[in-house]
């Protein structure tokens, strides 16, 4: 009976105490956050992520920390680089945004931040996944869009290549008049889905970002890929060059206007010496 009643009391003293701990780790938490973020910011990644794993530790419901560490983890990946050592950080990075994830489904970043370490790791079908989870979280990303786009591009080029390297043929960037009907037949069977899909969200990009210059280099090479099915059709054939030729125009243009602004926009930034 006593110890029942003794319950509150002790209780209100644990809760002060707690109040007061805890205030003690968050700063601390705090602390070990800054300081990794110096680290990083001097490209010291490992030290980060010790000072970014200890703010974890010490407040553990502090979303920013562990988008730091995984962060940080990320920056350490090489992409292209098929060792057991590059694969397991970039998998733990990956198991760090997924935890952000799981309080917060929608967290652009994290999303982001995974559909590029598997571009890193030569994952396409999962960094597609990725890219199309960012696009449902924020319809506006135009980078989104534009991965997708340039992962469609590579396997179509890839299909491309292999199928024309049957035929004795190289790529010539002009729809490839002299390929056999039946090669053609079998690359348009492997390439007009991926091909659309491609064009279908490189133009979101543009859609979304009309100066994106990237998706116009994009948007010319898969025309490229989309005169090689025309299959005999000289009229279809051209007519995809023709557009590949445009976009290749419209890009180069709009590279410099975007270069030019950028140059009109550092004009404001005055150096001032010291009296």
Same mark, same amino acid.
């Given at each position: 009976?006593?110890?029942?009643?003794?319950?509150?009391?002790?209780?209100?003293?644990?809760?002060?105490?707690?109040?007061?701990?805890?205030?003690?780790?968050?700063?601390?938490?705090?602390?070990?956050?800054?300081?990794?973020?110096?680290?990083?910011?001097?490209?010291?990644?490992?030290?980060?992520?010790?000072?970014?794993?200890?703010?974890?530790?010490?407040?553990?419901?502090?979303?920013?920390?562990?988008?730091?560490?995984?962060?940080?983890?990320?920056?350490?990946?090489? *992409?292209?680089?098929?060792?057991?050592?590059?694969?397991?950080?970039?998998?733990?990075?990956?198991?760090?945004?997924?935890?952000?994830?799981?309080?917060?489904?929608?967290?652009?970043?994290?999303?982001?931040?995974?559909?590029?370490?598997?571009?890193?790791?030569?994952?396409?079908?999962?960094?597609?996944?990725?890219?199309?989870?960012?696009?449902?979280?924020? *319809?506006?990303?135009?980078?989104?869009?534009?991965?997708?786009?340039?992962?469609?591009?590579?396997?179509?080029?890839?299909?491309?290549?292999?199928?024309?390297?049957?035929?004795?043929?190289?790529?010539?960037?002009?729809?490839?008049?002299?390929?056999?009907?039946?090669?053609?037949?079998?690359?348009?069977?492997?390439?007009?889905?991926?091909?659309?899909?491609?064009?279908?969200?490189?133009?979101?990009?543009?859609?979304?970002?009309?100066?994106?210059?990237?998706?116009?280099?994009?948007?010319?090479?898969?025309?490229?890929?989309?005169?090689?099915?025309?299959?005999?059709?000289?009229?279809?054939?051209?007519?995809?060059?023709?557009?590949?030729?445009?976009?290749?125009?419209?890009?180069?243009?709009?590279?410099?206007?975007?270069?030019?602004?950028?140059?009109?926009?550092?004009?404001?930034?005055?150096?001032?010496?010291?009296?």
């Amino acid at each position: 009976m006593n110890r029942i009643a003794r319950v509150p009391v002790l209780a209100a003293v644990s809760v002060t105490l707690l109040a007061s701990l805890t205030g003690c780790k968050q700063l601390e938490a705090r602390d070990q956050l800054n300081k990794g973020v110096e680290a990083y910011k001097a490209a010291k990644y490992e030290a980060a992520i010790d000072h970014f794993q200890r703010a974890v530790s010490l407040d553990p419901n502090y979303p920013m920390t562990r988008v730091y560490l995984a962060t940080a983890y990320a920056q350490q990946v090489v *992409p292209d680089l098929k060792t057991p050592k590059n694969e397991k950080i970039a998998q733990t990075a990956i198991d760090q945004f997924n935890q952000v994830l799981e309080k917060n489904p929608n967290d652009v970043t994290s999303l982001a931040q995974i559909a590029n370490l598997y571009m890193d790791l030569d994952e396409f079908n999962k960094a597609k996944e990725w890219n199309q989870k960012v696009l449902a979280a924020d *319809p506006k990303n135009s980078q989104a869009a534009y991965t997708i786009g340039v992962i469609d591009w590579r396997q179509a080029y890839k299909n491309s290549i292999g199928v024309l390297k049957g035929a004795n043929l190289t790529d010539n960037g002009k729809g490839n008049a002299k390929l056999p009907k039946q090669y053609c037949e079998t690359l348009k069977q492997e390439n007009q889905d991926i091909v659309n899909n491609g064009i279908e969200y490189l133009q979101k990009a543009l859609d979304i970002n009309p100066n994106y210059d990237d998706a116009m280099s994009y948007m010319n090479l898969m025309y490229r890929q989309k005169a090689n099915l025309a299959c005999g059709d000289t009229k279809e054939r051209l007519a995809d060059v023709q557009t590949a030729d445009n976009w290749a125009a419209k890009q180069l243009a709009t590279r410099r206007a975007n270069e030019l602004n950028q140059n009109k926009g550092n004009e404001g930034i005055v150096i001032q010496s010291g009296k």
